[in-house]
């Protein structure tokens, strides 16, 4: 496919390559959408196992974003950066600092954040070169507290729906992934009385998990397996696909991770098995919803606040999933559709700024 065929596929407005030699900084900045605003989302590390593979992912990351901004009610746009290499080789304060030169000659257009394999410290590098960067140590910091929070909402919302009540005593839940935010759903998890399987590559945290939530740990692949009420996916994306929806002995599909769908059709073949599935770009939008905050003047009980709201956006896709007889998955977009359809009708207005 031709590169411009695969800005049109992700609806993208601009994609932006970034070299340098000194650092060996090779990253990508997708724009997609600055209808609502200017366009957010965070950078991520990845050892790509090509370019191509880098160019996708970052350009249905920051589709992913213009969805999950717009629904969470936001007005900004969409965008998403990765930065190609291994994380534990490539990391520089120089590296963050070049990176961060190149975001400040966008202008504006974009604003960047932590995500996959950055932190905090990597950010306030960043913040060194340009001011369009949130998220950072005495401000909004870590947003996963919060994005933890938001998915532990959505599932609520969505054991309310199929089991008629929010009471998660004695459910089971299927955790894929032990990062920064699935170690903190599992706590909440456990305090409101759940019962955990868990897993994630690295053993040392899934025997924490053991240890201080009395999880059950299984293997990488026999998460699928597990016979449960959520299964939530916390890791990488495109784990429901063809080979692993039909594993799934779940009612309800409800995580953090991003782009949990490897194409549309997972949403169908879900809701065909009938198993309720929360978009992840609308249950793991506290992330987004925290940094939102830091841009306005940060308050963490205002940031809370609105997270906690995850709960009514998920009824409200599940009421336009059943009333126009469509996947969730179509509900959440067309509702992220409807907004900037709205909000973009007012910028026929002109201002001069």
Known sequence: MELFDYLE???????????????????????NDTT????????????????????IDALRLARGMTYKNAAAGLNIGGGKAV?????????SEELFRVFGRYIEGLGGRYITAEDVNTTTQDMAYVNDETDFVVGLEGKSGDPS??????????????????????DLTGKVVAVQGLGAVGYKLCK????????????????????????????????????????????????????INDFTVEKLKCKIVAGSANNQLAEEKHGEMLMEKGILYIPDF??????????????????????????STIYESVKKIIVISKEQNISTNKAAERMAEERIEKIGKTKTIYLNK
């Open 9 to 31: 596929k992700y609806d993208c407005e601009q994609l932006i390559f970034c070299r340098d030699a000194n650092t060996g900084l090779k990253a990508i900045i997708s724009i």
């Open 36 to 55: 609502l605003g200017p366009a957010l989302g965070g950078t991520r590390i990845w050892d790509y196992e090509s370019e191509e593979d880098a160019i």
């Open 83 to 91: 930065i190609i290499g291994d994380a534990g080789k490539i990391k």
């Open 145 to 166: 507290p919060v994005t933890a929070f938001g998915v532990f909402r959505g599932i609520q919302a969505a054991v309310d729906e199929v089991y008629g009540s929010d």
């Open 188 to 239: 909440r998890l456990y305090e409101a009385g759940a019962k955990l399987y868990v897993t994630d590559i690295k053993k040392e945290i899934i025997e924490m998990a053991v240890e201080e939530f009395d999880a059950t740990p299984v293997t990488p692949d026999e998460i699928y397996n597990v016979d449960c009420d959520i299964f939530a996916p916390c890791a990488m994306g495109a784990i």
């Open 282 to 307: 609308v249950i793991n939008s506290g992330g987004v919803i925290n940094v939102y905050e830091e841009m306005k003047g940060y308050n963490k009980e205002r940031a809370m606040a609105r997270a």
